[in-house]
């Protein structure tokens, strides 16, 4: 008896305190009311994360940043910054165009790739020219001709279209000139991250900075004859059109013949690696695209609603360009760090080697995206395919699970989903 009565005493004083608790906390809050504090703001909801911004900030960025502005409670620690916009990197003027290039200085994380986007005028020329690093690139608009000579000094000339790719390796000379009715906008990727557009072999830059008489004597002319050359580089300039391809592919093959080389692919050309309801992968490597032994890529498309799985690379570093759309991407590192960006049309996005990450289609339109790679082949592992090939008691133990749950897991890698 005497320890029910004890009980009840200690179940009246809880109630009591808890009664006080709740009446003190009710009188700051009508305190706080009527020093001027908003009805709304006082019922703002004890889970409510959004941020308190007193001062202005650029509304237009962080509507852009969401998940930076207001990070999702999985986020935690601090991960590098693996987002850059093209939108914000210096841009190149020319008359024939223009470029702007996103490296390791613009993106620190960014050690083993850079990016260069550039557009060509009708008849604008990139000059002829070549690279310490490897060149791949990926048409985003429009047609251009493209020019190169093996190692055999065998030429190479093509036209290319929106979707088609090229490769040319170090010290392979070539030339990018955009084609009517509109010329030409491309993306191109080399496997060095502390690459730089400032820092290519030029042949107008070259001529300018060897002896006219040095000139004259390689060429077997007169030394007048080559005084107009240049006295700087070009880089971009325009020029008239090309004539038809054929004439120019004779003409440039000579004695020698044509290159045996394709240094281009045409991608949809090629059926996808994957395809679900919600999207599809196109993988071009060395298995492919032989040339290309020093970048791999994939060419990603992601309905809305839809979701690049969970995955991983071993073996590099991923450099992404986003062609359109919207997305978030979490990238969780070591140390249970993870960190939530969003990314639209013409950013740039990095995840280091082995570090799990996803890409989610955030946006009402298809979300499409490149995935490149310094490899010579594509590799990627599915958190699906992992747990799909692991005992599944071993599984339930990790997660807490129950076998319904394990049962209805994609048992292979779907790559997009749902499938």
Excluded at 49 to 62: G, H, I, Q, T, Y
Aim: proline share 7%.
């Amino acid at each position: 008896m005497a320890d029910e009565l004890e009980k009840e005493r200690w179940t009246r004083r809880g109630f009591l305190g808890a009664s006080s608790a709740a009446l003190a906390a009710a009188g700051m809050l009508a305190a706080n009311n009527a020093a001027g504090q908003s009805q709304d703001s006082a019922q703002k909801p004890a889970n409510d994360r959004r941020p308190s911004e007193p001062v202005p900030k650029n509304s237009a960025l962080d509507a852009q940043n969401s998940d930076s502005v207001n990070p999702p409670p999985s986020d935690a620690g601090g991960v590098q910054t693996f987002k850059y916009p093209f939108s914000i990197a210096h841009k190149r003027l020319h008359e024939g165009g223009w470029s702007r290039e996103v490296t390791v200085r613009e993106l620190a994380v960014s050690k083993s790739l850079a990016g260069v986007n550039m557009r060509l005028t009708s008849g604008g020329v990139r000059e002829l020219h070549w690279h310490t690093a490897a060149e791949w690139a990926y048409m985003l608009y429009g047609t251009a001709r493209i020019t190169c000579i093996d190692a055999d000094g065998k030429s190479f000339v093509t036209d290319v279209k929106e979707g088609d790719l090229w490769y040319f390796p170090p010290g392979i000379p070539h030339s990018i000139q955009g084609l009517p009715p509109d010329g030409t906008e491309f993306l191109l990727v080399f496997d060095d991250g502390n690459f730089s557009e400032y820092e290519t072999v030029l042949l107008s830059d070259w001529m300018a900075h060897t002896p006219r008489e040095v000139v004259s004597k390689n060429f077997g002319v007169a030394q007048n004859a080559v005084e107009k050359m240049p006295r700087k580089e070009l880089f971009i300039f325009q020029a008239e059109l090309p004539g038809p391809l054929a004439e120019d592919q004779r003409l440039a093959a000579g004695a020698l013949g044509a290159s045996p080389i394709d240094f281009a692919f045409r991608t949809m050309q090629h059926p996808p690696a994957k395809r679900t309801k919600s999207g599809e992968v196109r993988i071009i490597d060395s298995s492919s695209f032989k040339v290309s032994q020093n970048i791999a890529a994939a060419v990603v498309t992601v309905r809305p609603g839809g979701m690049r799985e969970l995955h991983w690379h071993p073996n590099a570093d991923e450099w992404q360009f986003f062609i359109s759309g919207k997305a978030r991407m979490t990238v969780f590192a070591t140390g249970g760090r993870a960190r939530t960006m969003d990314f639209e049309a013409g950013d740039v996005g990095y995840v280091l080697k082995t570090l799990p990450h996803y890409v989610e289609n955030t946006g009402n339109t298809d979300l499409k995206f490149l995935e490149m790679f310094k490899s010579s082949f594509y590799q990627d592992l599915a958190l699906s395919e992992w747990l799909a090939h692991t005992p599944p008691e071993l599984v339930a133990a990790h997660l807490n699970l129950d076998k319904a749950t394990l049962d209805a897991m994609p048992r292979g890698k779907p790559v997009i989903l749902p499938e």
